[in-house]
């Protein structure tokens, strides 16, 4: 027993950590310094946007307001005006609604077909077709903004949603298209056999086996699509007419406004209002967005 | 009995690179045919091939009379097994079994008797209401052959369904899977590359190399009397040891290095005389003492002893020649041991050099 007692006596079990060690005063200072660095303009925003304009015209950007108003918000969301309308960012937000949710949709449900046919149901040619696809997401979109202008006119599309949330489904294909190839091409191909065997068609096999396999990857196209189409300015200010801008083109209106004062408090709010969509998007699916880029690029 | 499968001159390419070379094949209905080889010798494309999950370039398949060669796979009445066990992760085990029948519209109360059928056959009744995750791999596989026995096919196709196992699951497996085939009756392709399953499982072997079949015959005469060097070196474990040297004497003899081996007893063809000639015998058709014997024998040292528990393994060195010999424990020799090797030449067997064919 006394033998026990002694091989006991020394350390024993997890070693003690110092919460105050250089390594630790190095790392959360760095955080810390970089978290500040990006919060600091949200801080300065949201802050500008909850004064009043007498309170503004003292410049003390950085310090809390006085007198908490939500004025300017309500007036950023329905009554600021841009060229007749006067109905605020309301207008240019249900414009993006019905512009984003097609097009995410439209572009993700092809995109998603595209790469599992260029992996499972190689064709003659598919590496080709997959190489040109790929090449179309490197050339510059304002080489193509005046050929689509005239394309979409032909077609009767021109100054339409509807031709909008086509320019942003063909926009989105290359590198949608490559995210679910390099996704599908990890799932084991055995897979794919034998459901064959199993008597699974085409689209038995992508509704049935694929979809159910590939959620991560789903919500990272969902992310991308969103936040990409609702941030565009430049395809909603060229394709469509000013009934239907787009929120972006909307808040551009509203801040860059010439005649009157420039209210700064309510561009702060109109800014904060565009940007809310995509950060909750971000919120929302954040650890799934993680996992699925991570996913993604094992294979590729 | 009619043939289950037949395949004629089967021919496939992948661009100019030929994988399959006029391919003839023959599987017996309940017969169990393993197809064995090295990797990239073409076997499993040759399943991929039978199961319809690959188009051919040439030939025709044919499966229980019908020309199948250009139907889906859930069309040619197969069922197959994959090495990855390939089960869909998103399915319970119920799941996976149903899918297929699911697919082909068979009514539900069909469904579910096929399946108590195949979980009891495969005793896996208690694990049809869980996920493949939750399955150990040896689960997993038996749930893999349960799909393809639901499917009530008259061919069965394995692709290397053990190779993923560890050694005594597998070696359990291995005995399940052929008394599944005792009971069942149903035609099996096996392909594999380890010898063991395909000496334990089949009643016929084809041999593969090269995109062609080199032989194609049961275990035993596979064994005994391989047509060729490769089969010869693939086929046994340790390998044939092959003495390189000539026959003379219009063929009675074989002169390897300064000793003359009588081939009284050979089993096989019209032996001449050839000036490359190499004789093949394996490790346990060769005698060892450490005193002259009769006749002739060939004068060896022990280099390394082996010992593998049930017998020993001794290295030997003769006229130059690396050579192995298995002996029973109490003939265990130390290293260094002058030795006399006779040979057992009815199970021999002699090759061309040239032609590399067996006489």
């Known amino acids: 027993m006394a033998d026990v007692g002694m091989a006991m006596s020394g350390p024993r079990g997890a070693k003690p950590k110092r919460a105050l060690s250089p390594r630790n005063i190095m790392l959360y200072g760095i955080l810390i310094m970089v978290c500040v660095y990006y919060l600091l303009p949200l801080w300065v925003m949201v802050m500008t946007s909850l004064k009043g304009m007498p309170e503004v015209r003292l410049g003390n950007i950085f310090s809390p307001p006085v007198e908490i108003t939500f004025q300017p918000w309500v007036k950023a969301w329905s009554e600021a005006c841009t060229g007749l309308n006067c109905d605020g960012l309301s207008r240019g937000f249900w414009n993006s609604v019905i512009i984003t949710v097609p097009s995410v949709i439209l572009s993700i449900a092809i995109a998603s077909v595209n790469g599992y046919a260029l992996i499972n149901w190689k064709f003659k040619g598919s590496d080709v077709f997959f190489t040109i696809l790929i090449f179309g997401s490197f050339i510059p979109y304002q080489i193509m903004l005046y050929p689509i202008v005239i394309l979409l006119r032909e077609a009767g599309l021109y100054g339409t949603l509807w031709g909008l949330v086509i320019v942003h489904t063909i926009f989105g294909m290359p590198i949608l298209t490559l995210l679910f190839r390099n996704y599908f091409s990890s799932i084991p191909e055995e897979l794919f056999k034998a459901a064959r065997v199993d008597g699974a068609g085409f689209w038995g096999i992508y509704f049935r086996i694929m979809l159910p396999m590939s959620l991560p990857i789903f919500v990272v196209a969902l992310i991308l699509q969103v936040t990409g189409i609702w941030n565009d300015f430049l395809f909603g200010v060229v394709y469509t007419k000013p009934d239907l801008y787009p929120m972006t083109v909307q808040l551009n209106n509203i801040v860059n406004s010439v005649q009157g004062v420039k209210e700064y408090n309510v561009n702060m709010a109109a800014t904060v209002l565009t940007g809310l969509v995509p950060l909750i998007v971000y919120f929302v699916s954040g650890k799934l967005f993680v996992r699925g880029i991570a996913a993604g690029a094992v294979k590729g | ?359």
């Open chain 2, 1 to 359: 009995m009619g043939n289950s499968i037949e395949v004629k001159d089967l021919t496939l390419n992948f661009g100019s690179v030929s994988v399959l070379k006029n391919m003839n094949l023959d599987v017996a209905e309940g017969e169990f045919v393993v197809l064995l080889g090295p990797s990239g010798c073409g076997k499993s494309t040759l399943l991929n091939c039978l199961a319809g999950l690959l188009d051919i370039t040439d030939g025709q398949i044919w499966i229980k009379g019908n020309n199948v060669t250009w139907s889906e796979p859930s069309e040619r009445g197969i069922g197959m097994v994959f090495q990855s066990y390939a089960l869909y992760p998103q399915m319970t085990v119920r799941g996976n079994l149903s899918f297929g029948l699911k697919n082909a519209k068979v009514p539900q109360p069909e469904i579910d008797k096929r399946i108590a059928r195949a979980a009891s056959i495969l005793q896996i009744e208690p694990l049809l209401d869980r996920k493949p995750a939750a399955l150990s791999g040896g689960q997993r596989q038996r749930v893999a052959i349960g799909r393809a026995l639901v499917r009530d096919v008259d061919v069965f196709l394995f692709d290397e369904p053990l190779s993923n196992l560890d050694a005594k699951l597998r070696s359990e497996l291995r005995v399940e899977i052929k008394r599944l085939h005792n009971q069942l009756g149903n035609t099996m392709v096996y392909v594999t590359h380890d010898q063991i399953e395909a000496l334990t499982l089949a009643d016929r072997i084809a041999v593969m190399k090269g995109g062609v079949i080199q032989q194609l015959a049961e275990p035993l005469e596979i064994y005994n009397r391989p047509s060729n060097l490769f089969v010869a070196g693939f086929i046994g474990s340790p390998s044939m040891n092959f003495l390189k040297g000539r026959t003379i004497e219009g063929g009675r003899a074989f002169q390897f290095g300064a000793t003359r081996i009588d081939l009284a007893g050979y089993d096989g063809g019209a032996v001449l005389e050839r000036d490359d000639a190499i004789l093949g015998v394996r490790p346990e058709h060769i005698t060892v003492s450490t005193t002259p014997v009769p006749g002739p024998s060939i004068p060896a040292e022990v280099e390394i002893d082996e010992h593998l528990g049930a017998d020993s393994l001794l290295w030997l060195k003769a006229e130059g020649a690396n050579m192995s010999v298995r002996v029973p424990v109490e003939g265990r020799l130390p290293p260094g041991t002058k030795v006399h090797l006779g040979l057992d030449i009815p199970k021999a067997s002699l090759f061309d050099v040239k032609t590399e064919q067996r006489i």
